[in-house]
């Protein structure tokens, strides 16, 4: 049997088939599950967590490797039902949630957690923005994306990819862009490529309250991208120009042109110049 005929016997069991408002897309590519496999590595005794397994091809994969635990999470009760077969069969290590992944609680499943996800494009960027505060938990996410966010996440500066996301998605973990893939490999193809992105938390990510600030910052600096930031940081409740003079930035400097060092630097600055007005309002 194909994948592809695997699939529809699947649907088939389960009465269902893909629904657009929940950005199902369903991978029926044998090499593209072996790959995303491969990506997330050994899982050394942490909790996996799949989001949106669907109809489980890439569960069953996981499931076929030598991980010990799975949570399987999936708001189409269709999928969960479908699935109940495979916790005969692989007894003790998987459970599986009815639910939406932007509402789970990552501490409630595991305290070492490595999250795989070929995640509905609608809610993509929202869950990895959620994901990245809570590193304390993950070890590594190898995630599939519409191809634009990925190449969002891996911008360099001065590119026309670089902003806010991929900033904090670089300065809290390594990104690494793994493979792309074709409309093909799902049913239904969607209407662009996807791409496959593992990050990995990195040692020296900023603590709460500096992310907190590095956030602000690029918010601000960002969300008016077209103007030199001593017009495009007031927002921050300290002076532009000398928040830009503490941190050694020249003041007609646009956002993308700033690499990750600069941005850390006018975060802490930020924080320094917060401290010492307070009656401003600190970040």
Not at 84 to 93: C, I, K, T, V, W
Not at 234 to 261: F, K, S, W, Y
Request: net charge positive.
């Amino acid at each position: 049997m194909t994948p592809r005929e695997r699939l529809a016997a699947d649907l088939a069991a389960a009465g269902c088939r893909p629904l657009h408002r929940l950005g199902q897309n369903f991978m029926v590519d044998p090499a593209a599950v072996a790959a995303l496999v491969s990506a997330l590595g050994p899982a050394d005794g942490a909790t996996v967590v799949e989001i949106g397994p669907g109809t489980g091809i890439l569960t069953r994969a996981l499931l076929a490797s030598e991980l010990a635990r799975l949570t399987a999470i999936d708001p189409d009760p269709r999928s969960i039902a479908a699935l109940a077969s495979l916790r005969a069969e692989a007894p003790g290590r998987l459970a599986l949630i009815h639910g939406d992944a932007l509402d789970l609680d990552l501490a409630t499943v595991g305290e070492r957690i490595v999250i795989v996800a070929n995640l509905p494009y609608n809610i993509a960027t929202e869950l990895l923005l959620r994901w990245l505060a809570r590193l304390d938990l993950i070890e590594r996410m190898v995630l599939m994306f519409q191809r634009e966010v990925a190449q969002r996440l891996v911008a360099a500066p001065g590119s026309a990819a670089y902003g806010r996301l991929g900033v904090l998605a670089q300065r809290l973990c390594r990104v690494e862009r793994l493979f792309d893939l074709s409309p093909g490999a799902f049913v239904p193809p969607p209407k662009v490529w996807s791409s496959v992105v593992r990050l990995t938390p990195r040692p020296d990510r900023p603590d709460a309250a500096r992310r907190a600030r590095l956030e602000a910052v690029t918010r601000a600096a960002f969300g008016q991208r077209r103007k030199m930031l001593r017009g495009s940081l007031g927002a921050l409740g300290v002076e532009p120009r000398a928040l830009l003079a503490a941190a050694g930035i020249d003041p007609q400097r646009r956002a993308e042109t700033l690499d990750l060092d600069e941005l850390d630097r006018l975060a802490e600055a930020l924080g320094r110049l917060s401290a010492a007005s307070p009656g401003r309002g600190t970040v």
